[in-house]
């Protein structure tokens, strides 16, 4: 039972995904902090199966982070060609969008930030921060580009069903990215149908749905 609402939430019922997209409309001013989830309607290539954090909103637009894009460069390997001093880090960079601009990160060190996105995560700009960040063991994210939306842009693809929100963790933004938007869609998924079912029909193991 699970397995067929989850597919009719998800794959096939574009009415579903706008009634949900409409709900968040209408009850959220603000979606930084937020994750942007995108459903399997969402026409920009950009975004396939993408996961975005949001971390600035208002009436003049949004802004994002892809976080389940890894890029093909290392972090070695672009800190050699900035004029930076050599950094042995192996970690790939990641796409955070389509969006040109500087390289941002997210991270946990609260004294090389700029910005609070959520409690104990950071994000920051700063070429300095960035190269401290870099040479420390503490989680963290390097991205180049971002997400970008006009006033009213964002909410208009939501309205057609383009995403679904949920609110952001920690836990999901380190998340392995290439499970993190099935993770997400089925989580959703399931707190739509959830108040629907029959508690006596769910099994007691999972693996039966």
């Not at 930030?113 to 070429?127: A, C, H, M, N, V």
Request: proline share 7%; charged share 20%.
């Amino acid at each position: 039972m699970f397995n067929l609402l989850y597919f009719a939430c998800f794959s096939g019922q574009v009415k579903t995904l706008r009634l949900l997209s409409s709900f968040w409309f209408y009850t959220m001013d603000c979606f930084a902090g937020q994750l942007l989830v995108a459903s399997r309607h969402l026409g920009d290539p950009n975004f396939s199966r993408g996961v975005v954090l949001i971390f600035q909103h208002s009436s003049q637009g949004g802004l994002g982070l892809v976080l389940n894009r890894p890029g093909d460069k290392r972090i070695s390997e672009v800190w050699e060609r900035t004029g930076h001093e050599p950094c042995e880090n192996p970690q790939n960079i990641f796409v955070g969008g389509p969006v040109p601009g500087p390289l941002m990160a997210l991270h946990t060190i609260e004294r090389l930030s700029e910005t609070e996105i959520l409690p104990g995560l950071f994000f920051s700009t700063d070429k300095d921060a960035l190269d401290q960040l870099v040479r420390q063991q503490e989680p963290f994210r390097l991205f180049a580009g971002h997400a970008g939306w006009a006033g009213g842009q964002l909410e208009a693809e939501m309205e057609v069903g383009g995403w679904l929100v949920t609110p952001a963790t920690g836990e999901e933004v380190w998340h392995d990215p290439e499970d993190i938007w099935r993770l997400l869609t089925q989580r959703i998924g399931l707190g739509i149908i959830a108040p629907q079912i029959d508690p006596k029909q769910i099994p007691t193991d999972p693996s039966l749905n």
